[in-house]
């Protein structure tokens, strides 16, 4: 079975400070990764994924994460924080079901960033 | 809007009814996922439908069910509601190793 662990239910940066939201998952088959981003009373909006190739990948609004498969991990991070990225970020890993090239997520608890003026 | 609708987007029913949630996928997406999302529980999966078929369940009581009709839109059972089953019910449409996620029905059960 995969898990997601998201270190910190809650990360609080000031405006144009770094953002960095930690996600470490366990898979014993090579994962895809995502990262989710939930604003209140809306649904979740992908903001990026790693399938395969260049570990580096970049979302929308500035965002970018690095697969670390030494590390198994998947961190989430921003060079400099709006007030508009307030929100919850959840991290995900996809399981491989029997059959098929559709796979369930399977969700980290989830991280609240706040940013302060 | 993500392509994929929900409705009702908000619910509020007593313990024991039962309720319909209802999803459509985006245009030529085969799978739809149901999601729970929960304060105590987080983001949990209830169950896939491909092409009309049952694919995987995940975390789903006895109490729900789910199919995925011709028309390949689904719909999410709820029965013997209680308490505890107040959530917010997301579904997910998917072709290949893309997920668009609907923005949710909010149940409330009193």
């Known amino acids: 079975a995969q898990s997601v662990t998201q270190l910190g239910s809650h990360v609080s940066v000031s405006e144009g400070a770094l953002v960095l939201l930690r996600c470490n998952y366990s898979s014993s088959v090579p994962p895809y990764l995502f990262w989710y981003v939930q604003y209140p009373n809306q649904g979740l909006q992908l903001l990026l994924k790693?399938?395969?190739?260049?570990?580096l990948v970049k979302g929308i609004n500035g965002f970018e994460a690095e697969f670390k498969k030494s590390e198994t991990s998947f961190h989430l991070t921003k060079p400099s924080a709006h007030m508009s990225d307030a929100a919850e970020y959840f991290c995900?890993?996809?399981?491989?079901?029997?059959?098929?090239?559709?796979?369930?997520?399977?969700f980290g608890k989830g991280t609240l960033l706040t940013v302060n003026p | 809007d993500s392509g994929v609708t929900q409705t009702p987007k908000h619910l509020i029913t007593a313990t024991g009814q039962r309720v319909t949630l209802r999803c459509s996928p985006r245009?030529?997406?085969?799978?739809v996922y149901w999601y729970q999302q929960s304060l105590d529980q987080g983001l949990q999966f209830l169950i896939q439908y491909y092409n009309g078929e049952e694919r995987a369940k995940g975390n789903i009581l006895e109490r729900f069910s789910a199919q995925q009709f011709p028309d390949l839109h689904s719909e999410l059972n709820l029965s013997s509601l209680e308490l505890g089953d107040s959530a917010l019910y997301f579904c997910?449409?998917?072709?290949?190793?893309?997920?668009?996620f609907g923005s949710g029905t909010r149940l409330t059960v009193v």
């Open positions: 245009s030529g997406d085969l799978s």
């Open positions: 995900a890993v996809s399981d491989r079901l029997g059959g098929g090239s559709n796979y369930k997520l399977t």
């Open positions: 997910a449409s998917s072709v290949g190793n893309g997920y668009t």
């Open positions: 790693y399938t395969t190739g260049a570990t």
